[in-house]
């Protein structure tokens, strides 16, 4: 049967132009391959984590340490050193520390300036510890390449209840992420903490896991990275980590062990990896591997059926021992360099 003729637009009708499908949040091929050559482009402060004129959402219970790992990627920054094994392009940082006062700050400064192997903070680590009253104004004067707000509910309380004071907030905050290439990164809290959690970060997306955020679905559906932080066992992982950015979905979940000084105080946060936190049957299996691999190969070591195999491929990607070509095929990561040590001459200080 053949196909019946496109029916031609009336006279009266409005022609389907680039600017109507635009409109419509409809993209015709060649919009496509624009947006997908951008993305190929796509400059960033922390490499395939946060990227130039972005905004990010960074959510976890109280007390589990977000701040200390938001100190630690501000201080990174600022410094031009890897987050968590992640290159950095060196910036000044702008960050809002409504939460802690000023002597826990400074603690928590120097301690990962030791721990980062630094010999002094970054200059371009800058503390603000009151909401300013125009934010525009000291992004115009400082030029920060990144905005730590923490935390939202102290910095901007009226975003954090309904969405359309949640969404013209953000919008704001998109104009300035454009107009100074600023990246802004707010921390938040989830709801009040419930005995059995609806979703478990491991083995759910990270939007879903958001729904436990305190506040209006608008810090979800308008932010560009959700960084999901959630409490491990300590044994040995004290926290979990898993973020989405826009169009490329999650991470691989990514364990972070707490490191303390020789004081026995908290220095950093440090990725977990390594294929000895894999069972005895799945190590023996990755070392059987080559060094790319597809996923029969994996089956074949592991001598296992696809859910088991699956699994497998699953935990050592978690453990950053392997990353995902394609469909089906793998690689073996060149293990990160070790943690930084904490300098003896300095752990007593």
């Given at each position: 049967?053949?196909?019946?003729?496109?029916?031609?637009?009336?006279?009266?009708?409005?022609?389907?132009?680039?600017?109507?499908?635009?409109?419509?949040?409809?993209?015709?091929?060649?919009?496509?391959?624009?947006?997908?050559?951008?993305?190929?482009?796509?400059?960033?402060?922390?490499?395939?984590?946060?990227?130039?004129?972005?905004?990010?959402?960074?959510?976890?219970?109280?007390?589990?340490?977000?701040?200390?790992?938001?100190?630690?990627?501000?201080?990174?920054?600022?410094?031009?050193?890897?987050?968590?094994?992640?290159?950095?392009?060196?910036?000044?940082?702008?960050?809002?520390?409504?939460?802690?006062?000023?002597?826990?700050?400074?603690?928590?400064?120097?301690?990962?300036?030791?721990?980062?192997?630094?010999?002094?903070?970054?200059?371009?680590?800058?503390?603000?510890?009151?909401?300013?009253?125009?934010?525009?104004?000291?992004?115009?004067?400082?030029?920060?390449?990144?905005?730590?707000?923490?935390?939202?509910?102290?910095?901007?309380?009226?975003?954090?209840?309904?969405?359309?004071?949640?969404?013209?907030?953000?919008?704001?905050?998109?104009?300035?992420?454009?107009?100074?290439?600023?990246?802004?990164?707010?921390?938040?809290?989830?709801?009040?903490?419930?005995?059995?959690?609806?979703?478990?970060?491991?083995?759910?997306?990270?939007?879903?896991?958001?729904?436990?955020?305190?506040?209006?679905?608008?810090?979800?559906?308008?932010?560009?990275?959700?960084?999901?932080?959630?409490?491990g066992n300590f044994n040995p992982a004290a926290l979990k980590l898993k973020w989405s950015r826009r169009v490329h979905g999650d991470s691989p979940l990514v364990l972070l062990e707490r490191v303390f000084d020789g004081e026995g105080e908290p220095a950093g946060h440090?990725?977990?990896?390594?294929?000895?936190?894999?069972?005895?049957?799945?190590?023996?299996?990755?070392?059987?591997?080559?060094?790319?691999?597809?996923?029969?190969?994996?089956?074949?070591?592991?001598?296992?059926?696809?859910?088991?195999?699956?699994?497998?491929?699953?935990?050592?990607?978690?453990?950053?021992?392997?990353?995902?070509?394609a469909r089906g095929r793998y690689r073996k990561v060149t293990p990160v360099a070790a943690r930084p040590a904490i300098p003896a001459s300095q752990e007593s200080e």
């Open positions: 049967m053949s196909a019946s003729p496109r029916c031609e637009p009336s006279p009266t009708e409005e022609p389907l132009t680039h600017q109507k499908l635009l409109s419509l949040r409809v993209l015709w091929p060649g919009e496509v391959d624009r947006i997908c050559d951008e993305e190929r482009q796509t400059r960033f402060l922390v490499e395939g984590f946060l990227a130039v004129k972005s905004i990010g959402i960074a959510a976890g219970e109280s007390t589990i340490g977000k701040s200390p790992l938001m100190y630690q990627l501000g201080l990174c920054v600022a410094a031009g050193v890897p987050f968590l094994g992640m290159p950095t392009t060196q910036g000044r940082v702008l960050y809002f520390d409504l939460e802690n006062g000023i002597n826990d700050s400074k603690m928590m400064r120097d301690a990962l300036v030791r721990f980062l192997g630094l010999e002094h903070a970054p200059e371009d680590f800058l503390l603000v510890t009151d909401p300013s009253p125009s934010l525009e104004g000291l992004i115009a004067e400082i030029k920060p390449d990144l905005v730590i707000i923490d935390s939202l509910r102290a910095f901007a309380p009226e975003a954090t209840e309904r969405n359309r004071p949640a969404a013209e907030w953000l919008k704001n905050l998109r104009r300035l992420a454009r107009k100074y290439g600023t990246v802004f990164l707010i921390v938040h809290h989830l709801r009040k903490p419930k005995e059995d959690p609806l979703h478990d970060l491991e083995s759910c997306r990270v939007v879903t896991w958001m729904l436990e955020m305190e506040g209006p679905r608008a810090l979800v559906n308008q932010t560009d990275v959700r960084i999901a932080l959630e409490q440090h990725h977990l990896t390594g294929a000895a936190f894999l069972k005895d049957e799945r190590r023996a299996a990755f070392d059987k591997l080559p060094n790319e691999f597809r996923f029969k190969d994996a089956k074949a070591a592991l001598n296992r059926s696809d859910d088991p195999t699956n699994k497998f491929l699953n935990e050592s990607r978690q453990l950053g021992l392997i990353e995902k070509l």
